[in-house]
């Protein structure tokens, strides 16, 4: 009978968990008063390959998995909280990263300059779109996965 120890493998979820992303609101960050506020974005979190920072896909292997999915919208308060599991061990002189793609949208600013004439024309800032889009990117340090039983010297 096992009192102690019974699992020999036991995967748990990366620490922190949740992983939590954050976006301060450009308008709140006090670096630039003028910029126009964030109204919204989606998070995707990747695994990636240490070395060559290739994707590891969940679908194709099923060595990890986010917990709710692996995209998530950003809350009112612009975080988005990621659960993440990995089902193998890291082979030896490997390493892996979590990439995750922060994509968010600002409102149009417009602004109203008035001429000499008193005449005013109003310009929007769109970026290509109504909703000016930024995608910034948050790679984490390498590290690598290994249970109790890969953890325990061997005699």
Not at 7 to 12: A, N, S
């Amino acid at each position: 009978m096992c009192l102690t120890n019974c699992f020999l493998v036991i995967f748990r979820y990366l620490l922190p968990n949740p992983f939590i992303i954050s976006l301060k609101s450009k308008r709140s960050s006090g670096h630039n008063s003028n910029a126009p506020p964030v109204i919204g974005g989606t998070v995707i979190v990747e695994l990636l390959d240490g070395d060559t920072l290739s994707s590891l896909p969940q679908s194709k292997s099923h060595i990890w998995e986010v917990k709710h999915g692996s995209i998530r919208q950003l809350d009112k308060h612009l975080v988005a909280q990621f659960s993440v599991k990995i089902f193998e061990n890291t082979p030896k002189k490997s390493s892996l990263r979590l990439l995750f793609s922060v994509k968010y949208k600002t409102a149009p600013q417009k602004n109203t300059n008035a001429d000499a004439q008193g005449s005013t024309e109003t310009n929007e800032s769109n970026l290509g779109g109504t909703d000016p889009v930024t995608v910034e990117y948050l790679l984490t340090d390498r590290f690598v996965v290994r249970d109790n039983k890969a953890m325990k010297p061997t005699t």
